[in-house]
């Protein structure tokens, strides 16, 4: 099966400084890596996603790099806003087992005005 | 697009009776429907996945005479929780996925159930 370790747990930076969420995954036939927002009490919400096929993806202040070889793949948050501040999950495919997602621990990300 | 509503948002009940909870893919047809269950300050537990037409697919560790699952058609399933006791209270997110959203899984807003 697949297992997806994410850090930090906790992050809090300064309003315009950039956040950077990484994870590891363990099973090197996963394709597909989604990124989740999830404000508190609400439902997580798509923000990024990449396939294997591709390296970097970009979204205005939203990144996700993907580096295979090393099974592990991160997302980076530029000029942060009070309004990033959530908890970020990040998720990897579990091959052949119809779409089922793995997801990390999450990141609680606090952004401070 | 990719929208999930679930139903209802928050439920309170007495010990010992049974809840359903709906989940239904607005606009767009779900293969697959996935329920999680998240803990305060925890991630999202898989416990089932269900495919239309089909018996759902429990993980390890939960009860599916407990946490009853049916998917009887490609835009609805509901989760009942029966006989339901103060441990069961949590928050349960269901999920859905379809054929023109590949593996993206999009997700409903979530039930609270507190049961007293």
């Known amino acids: 099966g697949e297992n997806v370790e994410q850090h930090p747990s906790t992050l809090s930076v300064q309003e315009g400084d950039s956040a950077v969420i990484k994870c590891t995954y363990s099973?090197?036939?996963?394709?597909?890596f989604p990124w989740y927002k999830q404000e508190l009490g609400k439902r997580p919400q798509l923000i990024i996603d990449?396939?294997?096929?591709?390296g970097e993806k970009k979204d205005q202040r939203i990144a996700v790099t993907l580096n295979k070889t090393a099974k592990h793949f991160s997302l980076h948050i530029t000029e942060t806003q009070p309004e990033d501040s959530a908890v970020y999950f990040c998720?990897?495919?579990?091959?052949?087992?119809?779409?089922?997602?793995?997801f990390g621990g999450g990141t609680r990300l606090m952004v401070k005005p | 697009g990719a929208v999930v509503s679930q139903h209802p948002s928050r439920v309170i009940c007495k010990s010992g009776t049974s809840v359903k909870i709906e989940c239904r893919s607005l606009?767009?047809?779900?293969?697959?429907m996935f329920w999680y269950r998240q803990f305060p300050k925890q991630s999202l537990m898989l416990m089932a996945t269900?495919?239309?037409?089909?018996?759902?697919?429990?993980e390890q560790g939960v009860e599916k005479d407990k946490f009853l699952i049916n998917h009887a058609s490609l835009t609805l399933s509901t989760l009942t929780v029966t006989s339901a006791h103060p441990e069961d209270s949590s928050f349960y997110i269901c999920?859905?996925?379809?054929?023109?959203?590949?593996?993206?899984?999009?997700f409903g807003p979530g039930t609270r159930l507190l049961v007293l």
């Open positions: 998720a990897a495919e579990v091959k052949n087992a119809g779409n089922m997602l793995t």
């Open positions: 990449i396939r294997s096929n591709v």
């Open positions: 099973d090197s036939a996963s394709n597909y």
């Open positions: 606009d767009f047809q779900a293969t697959t």
């Open positions: 269900s495919n239309e037409g089909s018996k759902a697919t429990y």
């Open positions: 999920s859905a996925s379809g054929f023109a959203l590949q593996e993206t899984q999009y």
